[in-house]
């Protein structure tokens, strides 16, 4: 197993006050954003860091379950101005390079260039509003807990799960999200989810099983499902149907932190509505490269150079993968620090 740092290089683009006491520096590329956050915090002691955010109950939660519920975290006013750029980017107002945006082709007829097509836009960096929540203090605060001081920030997603009664088109299979992260370890990472509106059962709320964080990373692949599964949404191929699931029920606003070796998944929408989220992975500066050869993760390595090259309408494409597979760019890589 190789390890390297991530890429140097990065241009500072900005500079966001997360408090009086503390101040990051926010860098750019084309693949991720760094942010270096300094506050004094103790060395990582299994899933979470001494600090002085989490309640001792809240640690020990996240310990036993690998996931934590923050309940209106994230203001009204923010999530509304980031409903609105997502408006903005579905109707083609904003040019949004490097990102994915996944569609449901067959409403295009019916609904043109608007958010009733769009299902997610992923790898939204060069965003500057939608990239503001990876910066929120309120966000970034809890973050640490699990991260240590020094933060990365990728993989963002904006997801606007669309009406599915019948196809089940959006349905997300039970999976584990450190299947598309080719960097360790693993309990450095952690997922900000926040609701952009209520998520229940009816509209395809996040599904977890609970502790399962403890497990080691699973075989993934394509569920066998009769109707046609999404590109890259892969989920696990034995999955253990028994094991208890909690449907994270939650109100605009609320965020859930949770762990990258977590199973979790989503319903579909029975509703005529949509269900918004947005979300960042983050990761300790401590965490290096891995290389995914005879691992479980491998597949999932050339079925991106498949996608990077017929995107780009390439015949070859020289990937390194990092920080996420579904980043397309070749990055040269050395310290960052």
């Known amino acids: 197993t190789t390890c390297d740092r991530p890429p140097a290089g990065f241009s500072s683009i900005d500079h966001h006050s997360l408090g009086p006491s503390i101040q990051p520096h926010v860098y750019r590329c084309s693949t991720l954003l760094c942010l270096s956050v300094y506050s004094l915090i103790s060395v990582p002691d299994n899933y979470t860091l001494d600090n002085n955010i989490l309640t001792a109950e809240q640690r020990q939660f996240y310990e036993d379950n690998g996931y934590l519920l923050i309940k209106k975290l994230v203001s009204d006013e923010d999530i509304e101005r980031f409903r609105k750029e997502f408006v903005r980017i579905c109707k083609k107002e904003v040019n949004l390079p490097g990102a994915m945006i996944m569609k449901d082709e067959s409403l295009r007829s019916q609904y043109g260039q608007s958010e009733k097509v769009v299902n997610k836009i992923q790898d939204f960096q060069e965003d500057e509003e939608l990239f503001r929540y990876c910066t929120l ?71 977890v099983q609970p502790g399962t964080h403890k497990q080691p990373l699973k075989p993934h692949g394509y569920p066998k499902w009769e109707h046609k599964a999404n590109k890259l949404f892969h989920g696990l191929l034995d999955e253990d149907e028994k094991s208890p699931r909690v449907h994270l029920v939650m109100e605009k606003g609320d965020t859930v932190f949770f762990h990258p070796l977590l199973i979790h998944g989503s319903g579909i929408n029975k509703t005529s509505g949509f269900r918004k989220s947005i979300s960042c992975h983050f990761a300790g500066s401590e965490c290096c490269y891995i290389d995914v050869k005879n691992t479980s993760q491998e597949h999932l390595e050339k079925e991106v150079v498949e996608v990077a090259c017929q995107k780009y309408d390439m015949t070859s494409v020289e990937l390194r993968v990092r920080l996420a597979y579904m980043l397309f760019v070749t990055i040269q890589v050395s310290s960052l620090f």
């Open 137 to 207: 203090p309120e966000v970034l605060k809890y973050v640490e807990c699990f991260t240590g001081p020094n933060i990365m920030a990728m993989h963002t997603m904006l997801i606007n799960k669309l009406p599915d009664s019948d196809k089940q088109t959006f349905l997300h299979p039970m999976h584990q999200d450190l299947h598309y992260f080719p960097f360790r370890p693993a309990d450095r990472i952690v997922c900000s989810w926040t609701a952009m509106e209520r998520a229940d059962q009816d509209n395809g709320c996040l599904v």
